[in-house]
């Protein structure tokens, strides 16, 4: 759809950013909001006022990083992931961790372009720190938020490779598949819940760590989407709608409910390893402020 059709209806513009933000950037509307909100829950009693009281800002701030995506996706995208496989082989020690070593040994087009996430996460880290530190409402609010989807993100196996949507194994789609339909169709079974903080000793190290955590399934998710797809016909595989006027073909819940039993619950400890992860980042950013007094911050 080109943008010059869109800017002829604010509402149709609105359904894109909708449609774009939960099939093409990360883990949608509904899987972002439930680890944020199970995040909020997870943070130290010291901590609860403020994120307690914030919680609806946090929680829908959560897609933030998408909607700029959708706006500047150059700028924005590469934050989302990193096509950790293009730098060689399992572990990818070839890889400097730091940014500044990785740039000198690749070149920062070719480092950017192959995605940035973990110093992203690193980063954003920083900030929050030093927002907490001088108390700026605001800025804790921004950056809490923010780095939290970025940690989410890194969190999901097809944001650390190449083949990121299936693309090059004839197997477009399985992207949102994965990290969108998935946990739309089966939250009711998911049995999310708050979760015990740790200190991150290094930020980046941890990045990495969770990178590496989600390279480590991604054969896995598109063997078990080839797998679910298996004896299946067409009329069995697809279901039609009408969606304005056109004919849409969209895999069937028999597809959806067999490569959900086939992961074995993979969404659902994604999603539960998530929400510790962003709830002891924010922890972490706390403890290195100096535990700051975040009550009655306006």
């Known amino acids: 759809m080109r943008l010059r059709t869109l800017l002829l209806s604010p509402l149709l513009l609105i359904l894109a950013i909708l449609f774009l933000v939960t099939n093409t950037w990360s883990w949608g509307f509904?899987?972002?909001?439930?680890?944020?909100?199970?995040?909020?829950?997870?943070?130290?009693?010291?901590?609860?006022?403020?994120?307690?009281?914030?919680?609806?800002?946090?929680?829908?701030?959560?897609?933030?990083?998408?909607?700029?995506?959708?706006?500047?996706?150059?700028?924005?995208?590469?934050?989302?992931?990193?096509?950790?496989?293009?730098?060689?082989?399992?572990?990818?020690?070839?890889?400097?961790?730091?940014?500044?070593?990785?740039?000198?040994?690749?070149?920062?087009?070719?480092?950017?372009?192959?995605?940035?996430?973990?110093?992203?996460?690193?980063?954003?880290?920083?900030?929050?720190?030093?927002?907490?530190?001088?108390?700026?409402?605001?800025?804790?609010?921004?950056?809490?938020?923010?780095?939290?989807?970025?940690?989410?993100?890194?969190?999901?196996?097809?944001?650390?490779?190449?083949?990121?949507?299936?693309?090059?194994?004839?197997?477009k789609g399985v992207h949102a598949r994965w990290e969108s339909r998935l946990p739309e169709m089966f939250r009711k079974s998911y049995e999310l819940k708050p979760s015990a903080v740790e200190y991150v000793g290094s930020p980046l190290d941890e990045a990495f760590l969770i990178v590496l955590e989600s390279n480590r399934m991604v054969d896995s998710v598109l063997s078990m989407d080839l797998k679910a797809r298996e004896g299946l016909t067409e009329a069995e595989l697809f279901k039609v709608t009408q969606r304005r006027g056109r004919t849409e073909y969209q895999f069937s819940d028999v597809y959806y409910g067999r490569y959900h039993e086939l992961l074995g619950g993979m969404v659902e400890r994604r999603m539960q390893e998530s929400i510790k992860r962003v709830a002891s980042y924010w922890y972490t950013a706390w403890v290195d402020a100096g535990k700051p007094h975040l009550g009655g911050l306006k």
């Open 30 to 171: 509904f899987a972002h909001k439930e680890v944020h909100r199970y995040a909020v829950l997870s943070v130290p009693d010291a901590m609860q006022p403020f994120f307690a009281a914030y919680a609806d800002s946090l929680i829908a701030r959560s897609m933030e990083p998408d909607q700029r995506a959708i706006v500047n996706r150059k700028v924005e995208g590469p934050f989302h992931f990193i096509d950790i496989d293009r730098y060689g082989k399992y572990p990818f020690s070839e890889l400097p961790r730091r940014y500044e070593e990785a740039v000198k040994k690749y070149g920062k087009e070719t480092v950017d372009s192959n995605g940035t996430v973990p110093w992203r996460i690193q980063d954003f880290t920083e900030k929050l720190t030093k927002a907490m530190r001088e108390k700026h409402k605001n800025d804790i609010l921004f950056y809490a938020s923010n780095l939290g989807h970025y940690i989410a993100d890194a969190h999901v196996p097809l944001h650390s490779v190449e083949n990121y949507d299936g693309q090059l194994s004839d197997q």
